[in-house]
């Protein structure tokens, strides 16, 4: 849980730092950009919707509150959105990386340290954690539905007519999203593949730094 409220704001964080270095000073004026855990609480995506499909036994979808940003602000309008709605990703990229060196620092101080072994299990069964979160933190927002970061990237792809009726899915964008995580899981799956195969592979370039401790955290 730490380390994905942690990716979580990661990702937010860099929606805002990026927009304000583009001229879109919202976040920053709002409050928005901060480490703050609270500040990025939203009472429907973060407590609510969640709650309501677990309790229906559905794939629960949860998020944090978007931070806001105002695109007329940018310095250039199409090179900024682009930017901004990629900065996120690309924060979850950063911590997927430092996931992974931690994994191999605490290898080493462990080997040193056979005292430390419990404490940095749990320690390196976290960072291993971070690795497949990001990754599917990654995949999972570039999905092209909108309001998700995909959709910023792909609505400049298309002919301004497509893109302007493909943007106004962002007001049942939630419910879409739902209705491919409960009636095309495969189809999720699918779109996932390539990250969880990164996952496999960056575990597997650094499990000569696994700690047996570390075993007992990932059951």
């Given amino acids: 849980m730490p380390v994905l409220v942690f990716s979580v704001i990661a990702h937010e964080y860099a929606h805002g730092y990026a927009a304000l270095k583009q001229g879109d000073d919202t976040a920053l004026m709002l409050g928005r950009l ?43 309008f199409k090179q900024g959105d682009i930017i901004v709605s990629l900065a996120g990703v690309f924060a979850n990229l950063l911590v997927g990386i430092g996931c992974a060196l931690l994994i191999l620092i605490v290898g080493v101080i462990g080997r040193n340290l056979p005292s430390l072994h419990p404490s940095l299990g ?7 954690r971070g690795v497949q979160l990001n990754a599917v933190l990654i995949a999972f927002n570039l999905i092209p539905i909108p309001p998700l970061d995909g959709s910023h990237v792909m609505k400049y792809l298309l ?18 999203l739902i209705g491919v995580m409960y009636l095309a899981p495969q189809a999720l799956s699918f779109w996932l593949k390539p990250a969880v195969a990164v996952t496999y592979a960056t575990i597997e370039a650094v499990s000569g730094a696994i700690l047996p401790s570390t075993a007992q955290w990932l059951r």
């Fill in 159 to 176: 002919p301004p007519a497509w893109a302007l009726r493909y943007m106004q899915f962002g007001r049942m964008g939630v419910a879409l």
């Fill in 122 to 128: 749990i320690f390196q069964a976290m960072m291993i």
């Fill in 34 to 76: 901060t480490w703050n855990p609270i500040k990025h609480i939203d009472p429907f995506m973060t407590v609510l919707l969640p709650l309501v499909l677990s309790l229906v036994g559905a794939p629960i979808l949860a998020g944090a509150k978007p931070v806001p940003v105002d695109s007329r602000k940018y310095k250039k």
